[in-house]
């Protein structure tokens, strides 16, 4: 089946630490984009890319990093500058560019602070 | 600057019909989408208006005036399944980033 797998369900990160979230997609699409979502608010643009080897910072990059090295993966780094990592993420995807369609999301990383 | 505003929470009777809205200010305008997102897991797409009018879908409608920076979504013979936050998002024409409300949670009761 085609989509978008996101892992872990789960992540727990210490004091300090780097964590990497996982972003998969088999839907052939040039697009990805990864979202944080709080309690009580939308949705916002951590960082995308447009196509391989390229990305682009969101509204609140800092503290985060990506990479886009296959059309297929687009994993987030959550540094430890980022001082307030704990929220929902979600990764999503289209074919991008002048295609006024749809994302299609992943079933998120819920990143808890030990 | 960029705003999408929703109402937070509304309240509503299986059986009945329920009307989100939604009100937009962004920099260009390239089309409106509505999605649904239970609890926990992630956001599923609903509809999407760029031209005005109404777009029927089943049991769910979706309105857009883009004179009025304004559209609505319209639930009819809810279902308790209905009970999830529906989130309101445009695509600003000029960045071409999909710019999300704070969503608006439903819930229905018996």
């Known amino acids: 089946d085609g989509g978008i797998t996101q892992s872990p369900k789960y992540l727990f990160r210490k004091e300090g630490q780097n964590v990497t979230l996982s972003c998969e997609q088999n839907?052939?699409?040039?697009?990805m984009y990864w979202y944080r979502q709080d309690p009580g608010q939308g949705l916002r643009l951590i960082y995308y890319?447009?196509?391989?080897?390229?990305?682009q910072k969101g509204d609140i990059a800092e503290g985060y990093s990506v990479s886009r090295e296959k059309k297929e993966s687009f994993p987030l780094t959550v540094t430890s500058a980022q001082k307030n990592p704990t929220a929902f993420y979600l990764c999503?995807?289209?074919?991008?560019?002048?295609?006024?369609?749809?994302?299609?999301f992943g079933p998120g990383t819920r990143l808890l602070v030990l | 600057g960029q705003n999408i505003d929703q109402p937070t929470e509304m309240t509503a009777t299986e059986g009945a019909i329920v009307q989100i809205n939604c009100t937009y200010q962004t920099s260009g305008f390239n089309g409106l989408f509505w999605y649904q997102q239970h609890a926990g897991e992630a956001p599923t797409f609903l509809s999407y208006?760029?031209?005005?009018g109404l777009e029927e879908k089943g049991r769910f409608s979706s309105f857009l005036s883009r004179s009025k920076g304004y559209s609505y979504l319209l639930l009819k013979e809810l279902q308790m399944k209905d009970s999830a936050s529906y989130l309101c998002?445009?695509?600003?024409?000029?960045?071409?980033?999909?710019?999300f409300g704070q969503g608006t949670t439903l819930q229905v009761k018996p």
């Open positions: 839907l052939n699409h040039d697009a």
């Open positions: 998002a445009v695509i600003s024409s000029n960045t071409g980033k999909l710019i």
């Open positions: 208006n760029v031209l005005d």
């Open positions: 890319s447009q196509i391989v080897n390229d990305f």
């Open positions: 999503a995807s289209n074919r991008g560019g002048a295609y006024q369609e749809t994302q299609y």
